[in-house]
């Protein structure tokens, strides 16, 4: 029951903030559109987990976005540079680089393929197992990889 509580203030937050809208009309069938989601889809977002472990991983997750806006950011100004340089020709040196994660749940894994894919400058391409394939735009941002982002969901989304 925990599980769909919580899948439904995620869905009915993201509802909210992406139509701003707020009059009865609009909020009421949010509610009743994110109910149905919740109801439905409520093991997708939390599969397997037991209600502490769901509890923290909410909790990570939302304290993981601001660190993730934040690299958005940066990267879409790492990006904006490149385009604009006169050398950009010089600057692209697009890589297809492989790793291996340490990231096991597949949450976790899910969020990491994710974010880098939300990151300007690097696309997840593949990932299998514990294998990452990420194309990215520049060699300053296939070095960066994985690095701080897999450690910053790793604390936030790993169970110990």
């Not at 994110?34 to 509890?55: E, I, M, N, P, T």
């Not at 340089?85 to 393929?113: C, G, N, Q, W, Y």
């Amino acid at each position: 029951m925990k599980t769909k509580f919580a899948t439904f203030i995620a869905m009915f937050t993201f509802w909210v903030v992406l139509s701003g809208m707020f009059d009865a009309f609009h909020l009421t069938l949010g509610v009743i559109c994110c109910l149905l989601v919740a109801h439905f889809s409520h093991d997708l977002l939390f599969y397997g987990d037991d209600d502490q472990s769901c509890a923290r991983g909410l909790l990570g997750f939302i304290t993981y976005l601001p660190w993730l806006f934040y690299q958005i950011i940066i990267a879409n100004l790492q990006i904006a540079y490149v385009v604009l340089h006169p050398r950009m020709f010089e600057m692209i040196d697009p890589h297809v680089i492989r790793f291996k994660t340490k990231l096991k749940r597949p949450i976790s894994k899910v969020t990491f393929a994710q974010s880098i894919t939300l990151t300007p400058g690097t696309i997840t391409v593949n990932i299998h197992e514990n294998q990452v394939a990420v194309y990215a735009l520049t060699e300053e941002a296939a070095a960066s990889l994985p690095g701080e982002m897999e450690r910053q969901i790793a604390k936030a989304l790993e169970i110990e």
